[in-house]
């Protein structure tokens, strides 16, 4: 990543020495004093960027600027305000550097800003009807009882939002608290002029070829990737007006969330940006389509503070077989994998290829952190228009393609989730995620369960206590009524 012009680095090892001397003595006079714990390094040799986490007696403001006082290259794009972001420059070892900053005390935690990972597998192989995974799951039942309730909210943590697109109408998640293109945050959430999602990704952790210029955060989350539209629209579009495609859940709120850029691909600082923000103001359900194998501090601490605001998070575990990547390894955050296994065919066989979406596909990440598998090959979903001429994508009768992945299979599970929390919506976040893993139904395969969506909506909360009086099951031990 280029570094920014103004970042220059002024002082030589020996001058940091006797500037870290000073610092620490007037931290010293200005904090109370306390001995401060070995900081936690998590840094992978070919990192850029660095997170550098406040010690508990130091600000954040006041460790910025005690780093650039001792010379480290200091790049703050306001993205996340938790943590300081350090350059590694040219010819310096991440480690080494990780180990320079946490020598000083100023830190309790120092880890790589590695990148985060769309968990899509692009498919030229077109289709339009959606029933033969949607019967598998059973949703044609489950919108029998509900279609969704206008106010469960979905942040859809990803590359944006088409917010033109057809199959969006009225899902949009409107903030009535500030006021666009004035240039001011009105409302102090941390986004200006966000009346429709927030960006946080900057032009300094952007691809080069994504041409950003706005500092972030900011207001302009539309997609320029095609992911974002992709989750929203299996998670939420809307379903019975004859026209696109139906999400799962057809009368559900959408906040977009842009921390993935035109490439696809985000910063872990952008994404824990992102999961506080979308926590905050008002997201029920998280979906998290990408992920890491780097276990995050920044990001785990992100994910837990949204569940304290109870928000559920749902995540995608990624697309390498054997592991669940991060935050869909975390707990309390729901991992799916991807359905829809596919038997190989011998040369020379004229024999179609009918997906099993009872079994995990050969390229979905699986292992003991999985909790469960929803379809995840060939799910139909909308697409910004003009991507339809790229060479990414492959349109077919309008703004419409397939796509594959645990990415589409926990979108899937999202929507899910939201019918749901608007058939029962005073359950807790731990409480929704228990009723949708104890209404699994078993794989072909004796693998790992499968989504039932009609099980979930049709499963007994209340248990009878006695005649006339009935209880509901807490969140870890919910069970069929009695």
């Known amino acids: 990543m280029p570094r920014p012009a ?3 680095r002024l002082h030589s090892r020996a001058t940091r020495s006797l500037l870290l001397l000073a610092t620490i003595i007037l931290l010293s006079l200005t904090a109370a004093p306390r001995p401060a714990p070995a900081a936690v390094l998590s840094v992978v040799g070919n990192s850029d960027i660095l997170l550098v986490q406040p010690a508990a007696n130091v600000t954040r403001d006041r460790l910025a600027l005690a780093l650039a006082t001792l010379g480290y290259t200091v790049v703050d794009g306001g993205e996340l ?11 310096e070892h991440p480690l080494a550097l990780a180990n320079e900053i946490a020598s000083t005390g100023l830190a309790r935690g120092v880890e790589s800003d590695t990148l985060v990972h769309t968990a899509r597998i692009p ?12 019967d598998v799951i059973r949703a044609p039942e489950a919108w029998d009882h509900v279609i969704g309730d206008g106010i469960t909210v979905i942040a859809i943590i990803d590359s944006g939002l088409d917010y033109n697109h057809p199959d969006f109408r009225s899902r949009l998640l409107m903030n009535e608290n500030d006021h666009f293109a004035d240039g001011i945050d009105n409302d102090r959430n941390g986004c200006i002029d966000d009346i429709a ?18 500092a972030a955060p900011n207001w302009a989350a539309w997609d320029d990737a095609g992911h974002g539209t992709v989750v929203a629209g299996i998670a939420a579009a809307a379903g019975g007006d004859g026209t696109g495609i139906a999400g799962l859940s057809w009368d559900a709120l959408l906040l977009p969330v842009k921390v993935l ?12 940006a992102g999961i506080r923000y979308a926590a905050a103001n008002g997201a029920h359900i998280i979906n998290i389509s990408f992920g890491t194998t780097n276990a995050s501090n920044v990001l785990h601490e992100a994910v837990l503070e949204a569940q304290a605001r ?4 749902v995540a995608s575990a990624g697309n390498v077989p054997g592991i669940v990547t991060f935050p869909g390894a975390y707990p309390g955050v729901i991992a799916v994998g991807a359905s829809g296994y596919v038997e190989p065919i011998s040369l020379g066989t004229n024999r179609t290829r009918v997906p099993d979406y009872r079994r995990i596909t050969t390229f979905s990440g699986s292992g003991l952190d999985l909790d469960l598998i929803a379809p995840g090959y060939q799910v139909a979903a909308p697409l910004p228009a003009a991507l339809c001429s790229t060479p990414a994508w492959v349109c077919d009768g309008g703004p419409y393609t397939v796509s594959s992945g645990s990415s589409v299979a926990a979108a899937i599970v999202t929507g899910t989730v939201a019918l749901i929390r608007a058939q029962h919506p005073n359950l807790s976040g731990p409480l929704l995620s228990s009723v949708l893993l104890q209404s699994l139904q078993p794989a072909s395969n004796g693998g790992v369960a499968v989504l039932d969506v009609a099980s979930a909506l049709e499963y007994q909360i209340y248990g009878v206590n006695v005649p006339g009086t009935a209880v509901t099951n807490d969140a870890a031990s919910v069970g069929p009524g009695g």
Do not use: E
Request: proline share 3%; net charge positive; charged share 15%.
């Open 197 to 214: 999602g927030c960006n946080f990704v900057s032009p300094q952790s952007a691809d080069a070829s994504c041409n950003y210029t706005r």
């Open 123 to 134: 498919t030229s192989k077109l289709i339009v009807k959606q029933l033969p995974y949607l």
């Open 261 to 272: 850029d035109c490439t696809g691909v985000g910063r872990i600082s952008n994404a824990a």
């Open 310 to 313: 109870g928000a559920l998070i």
């Open 81 to 91: 305000a938790s943590v300081v972001r350090v350059a590694v420059g040219d010819g």
């Open 6 to 8: 103004h970042s220059i």
